[in-house]
């Protein structure tokens, strides 16, 4: 199995995750979430197969998220805007991101990971 895997590279969590993939023998493809920022219909189709609220693709604790006060906005915005939203910068977006082939991971949470190996 192969997964692409969505990082931003000085992301401490990232990298270990990365670290994670890699010690477990888990192919994938990497992809700067930054430089190839999602796009709308990527994030929905991601959303759609995670079964996650959309709100969960959103990185909270980022400096982005905060500086535009996305707290409360978001309570207010369809899930079309939200999706809008993200595709602008790979910076709101929750990372690491594991998208396979019927499933998708949204931050790093090890034992969630497992089933990768």
């Known amino acids: 199995m192969s997964v692409m895997f969505l990082e931003y590279p000085k992301c401490t969590t990232c990298k270990k995750a990365k ?42 604790s980022g400096l ?15 899930e079309e805007e939200m999706l809008a939203l993200l595709a602008t910068n790979g910076m709101l977006v929750k990372r690491p991101l594991i998208i396979g082939a019927d499933f998708v991971l949204v931050g790093f949470k090890e034992a969630e990971w497992e089933r990768l190996k």
């Open 19 to 60: 670290a994670w993939l890699e010690q477990n023998g888990v192919a994938f493809t990497d992809r700067h979430i930054v430089e190839e920022n999602p796009t709308a219909e990527e994030l929905k189709l991601w959303w759609e197969k995670s079964s996650l609220p959309l709100k969960k693709f959103f990185n909270t």
């Open 64 to 78: 982005v998220y905060k500086e535009m006060q996305l707290k409360d906005k978001l309570k207010e915005m369809s």
